[in-house]
């Protein structure tokens, strides 16, 4: 079966004989209206087909995006975990001239839309560049109403839930298909700021329609990932394999698959050792210069499947690995592995009379990594847009091996909000529980000359100290906001001797990065 895809919309415009199934799963008649077929019997899933996912009935708030408030940052359209928030600078006449095509009673909503913002509205420069309209705009299909979009849009204001009342949701489809018939963002008008990434049809490689929760912070990170190397190197040049846990389980839901790159499962410890054999294929068929990324979770990467890893990053090959780190089992439903912080209520470590979570120290795999030989390593967060994006990048240029660790918050596991995934992972990284960095081989010899710190907040210093209130960003401070450290406080809110000693720890590994980075 032949796969077209229309470029300027990235989904699937022809999906051929997997079309009836799509029809049979949309109105729960599969049952009686599929067969066996060759697709299904391969465990063939075509690319982009979570496309055709309608969410629309799932919550009862959308979304509503008011352009005068808005700065044309980009955060929501980067970190929306469901490809719901999409944006576009097009040409001002030819956006006028789109409007004034449509009905008269909807150009006024649609005008709504348009931001005049200056970094894309300017004069006719040498080139007769016409002024830039941003423009942004929600799909009520793809949004599970998390609500991280207006979370991360803070004070601004330029995002708002509203309730699904009548006739919301159906403006919202009318609006986004008008959105979906605009040029796509001429070349000119893209920046060289990393958010500008998602403004950039080539970036769109993963659809929407996963089955992740609400909010999930893998789905912000795979999203982005793919967004930098699409752009970089096309999508006929990405390959993308899964280990077993939720990334591949919420992007291969039959018949649903978000990924429009080539895009294969495996199973949950040798992802690794799959990749070897995928880059030595690609090689010997001259494909060196295609990109390669293996996805997994902790437990898939720090946890069961370090030693495929670990080989992995031995050989020397050019394969990339983005670990989402959740620091527990989540498809298991919150197992502790060995990324999971002490004292964290977890599976197999419950927080009871005898045992107070999990009593292990966590394993720093960031650290693990860089005692291999020759391997690029970088640890972020999604909510630091320039260091998530400069961490992938240079992930993607660097020649062998490569590991990013993405903060990856999740929400019934982590005890949190569906709409904090952004907001955990920035704290988490202020409080010197995730602390950020890239390491890279090219850049010298000595530890200190090939590991930065940039991106975290007081990097000489033990702990942020907060200007006005003199609170102490630390581990304790972190935890205070996380449902799976809630057992460690008392009644009057007193940390736990456990909960300290996990601080001590993770002041412990600071002071060992700072060191190793020429800090300390």
């Known amino acids: 079966m032949r796969q077209v895809v229309d470029p300027s919309l990235g989904v699937p415009e022809n999906l051929g004989e997997f079309r009836g199934v799509l029809d049979a799963y949309a109105t729960g008649r599969f049952d009686e209206m599929l067969g066996t077929d060759a697709l299904a019997a391969r465990s063939i899933i075509p690319p982009g087909t979570a496309a055709e996912r309608d969410f629309s009935t799932i919550a009862p708030d959308i979304p509503r995006y008011d352009a005068s408030k808005c700065t044309a940052c980009m955060e929501c359209v980067n970190l929306c975990p469901d490809t719901a928030i999409l944006a576009k600078v097009v040409p001002e006449d030819a956006l006028e001239g789109a409007i004034l095509a449509r009905p008269e009673g909807d150009r006024a909503a649609l005008q709504g839309h348009a931001n005049r913002h200056p970094k894309y509205y300017r004069k006719p420069g040498p080139q007769g560049l016409a002024p830039g309209v941003f423009n942004l705009y929600v799909d009520p299909t793809k949004c599970k109403g998390c609500a991280e979009c207006v979370d991360v849009c803070g004070e601004r204001g330029a995002l708002a839930m509203e309730s699904k009342g009548p006739g919301v949701v159906e403006r919202s489809r009318a609006e986004f298909a008008f959105f979906r018939s605009l040029p796509d963002t001429p070349e000119a ?5 990393p958010a500008d990434a998602m403004l950039d049809t080539r970036a769109h490689l993963y659809v929407g329609g996963a089955g992740s929760c609400m909010g999930c912070g893998e789905g912000s990170a795979i999203r982005m990932m793919l967004a930098q190397a699409g752009r970089e190197y096309g999508r006929e040049n990405i390959g993308v394999l899964g280990a077993t846990g939720c990334n591949s389980v919420f992007s291969s839901t039959y018949p649903y698959n978000p990924f429009l790159t080539s895009w294969s499962n495996s199973l949950f410890e040798n992802v690794a050792t799959f990749a070897m054999g995928v880059r030595l294929r690609w090689d010997q068929a001259g494909w060196a210069d295609k990109r390669l990324w ?3 979770g902790d437990g898939a990467m720090n946890d069961i499947g370090f030693q495929a890893l670990s ?3 031995a050989s020397g090959m050019d394969v990339k690995v983005l670990v989402l ?7 298991t439903g919150g197992q502790a592995s060995t990324a999971t912080y002490p004292g964290q209520n977890a599976k197999m470590s419950s927080h009871g009379k005898t045992g107070h979570g999990k009593s292990e120290a966590r394993k720093e795999l960031g650290l693990i990594c860089m005692a291999h030989p020759g391997v ?3 640890q972020t967060i999604t909510s630091n847009l320039n260091h998530f994006y400069r961490a992938v990048q240079g992930a993607n240029e660097f020649r062998g091996p490569a590991v990013v660790i993405a903060y990856a918050a999740c929400m019934p596991e982590h005890g949190i909000a569906d709409d904090a995934a952004a907001r955990q992972a920035k704290l988490a990284a202020d409080c010197r529980v995730f602390p950020l960095f890239i390491h890279d081989p090219r850049k010298g010899e000595r530890f200190s000359e090939r590991l930065s710190l940039q991106g ?3 990097q000489d210093k033990d702990y942020f100290v907060h200007p006005k209130t003199g609170e102490k960003f630390d581990f304790i401070h972190w935890a205070r906001t996380e449902g799976r450290f809630s057992k460690q ?5 007193n940390p736990s001797d456990e909960l300290k000693r996990a601080g001590e720890g993770r002041l412990a590994y600071w002071h060992q990065l700072q060191e190793l980075a020429g800090i300390r």
Do not use: H, P
């Open 376 to 378: 690029y390593v970088a």
């Open 311 to 313: 080989r992995l990053l």
């Open 325 to 331: 780190d959740t620091q527990v089992y989540s498809n």
């Open 489 to 493: 406080f008392d009644a009057q809110g």
């Open 456 to 458: 975290n907040v007081a």
């Open 189 to 193: 008008y893209l920046t060289k700021a």
């Open 294 to 296: 293996a996805i997994g």
